[in-house]
């Protein structure tokens, strides 16, 4: 297991998850929750403070894609030590014309899930979901649970496999 945390079944702890997590999960018997400090739920002190190496930690960004008055909502996952290319790969990826990080109270209401917990498990049905191929290819990657008390883990694949999800080279920067 990676870091220094207490992972176990995520099916057996639905209050450890956001309600629309919870109610995926269940189809997911690889997925692994623990308990953390809601304190220490951003990247950089959870990572410090569970031991957590950050290539082994994902990030979950909501985004707004406008296109003639149309908005659309995707979720992009990229490694902890990068960060998508809003600007650039996700934008012609999507076809919009502008790409912009989604408000966090609009990211909050409409994913069910609490800020710095966003997850791409359990989102509305048909959100795309942009998954870096670095986050695809990692054996077990750290993601958000929908709630700030607690991380996921799961393979790599796992994530690519969800609906909706698509890998792409997304990221920018750190390692890949």
């Known amino acids: 297991m990676v870091g220094s945390l207490e992972w176990g079944p995520a099916a057996e702890r639905p209050g450890l998850l956001a309600g629309p997590v919870a109610a995926v999960i269940g189809a997911r018997p690889e997925a692994r929750v623990a308990e953390i400090d809601p304190e220490l739920a951003d990247t950089a002190a959870f990572c410090e403070r569970y031991g957590v190496p950050p290539e082994a930690?994902?990030?979950?960004?909501?985004?707004?894609?406008?296109r003639g008055?149309?908005?659309t909502y995707a979720a992009c996952m990229v490694p902890a030590t990068g960060r998508a290319d809003?600007?650039?790969?996700?934008?012609r990826h999507l076809g919009a014309r502008k790409v912009s990080f989604?408000?966090?109270?609009?990211?909050?209401?409409?994913?069910?899930m609490e800020y710095g917990g966003i997850t791409p498990v359990g989102?509305?049905?048909?959100w795309p979901i942009l998954v870096d191929e670095a986050v695809a290819a990692t054996p077990e990657v750290v993601i958000g649970s929908g709630v700030r008390r607690s991380k996921l883990l799961l393979p790599g694949k796992a994530v690519a496999d969800l609906p909706?999800?698509?890998?792409?080279a997304?990221?920018?920067?750190g390692t890949r």
Not at 123 to 126: E, R, T
């Open 57 to 66: 930690s994902a990030n979950c960004v909501v985004v707004a894609a406008k």
């Open 123 to 126: 989102l509305p049905s048909g």
């Open 164 to 168: 909706g999800a698509e890998v792409l």
């Open 102 to 112: 989604a408000p966090m109270a609009e990211a909050t209401s409409l994913t069910s």
């Open 69 to 71: 008055g149309e908005v």
């Open 170 to 173: 997304l990221a920018l920067g």
């Open 86 to 91: 809003v600007n650039g790969v996700v934008r």
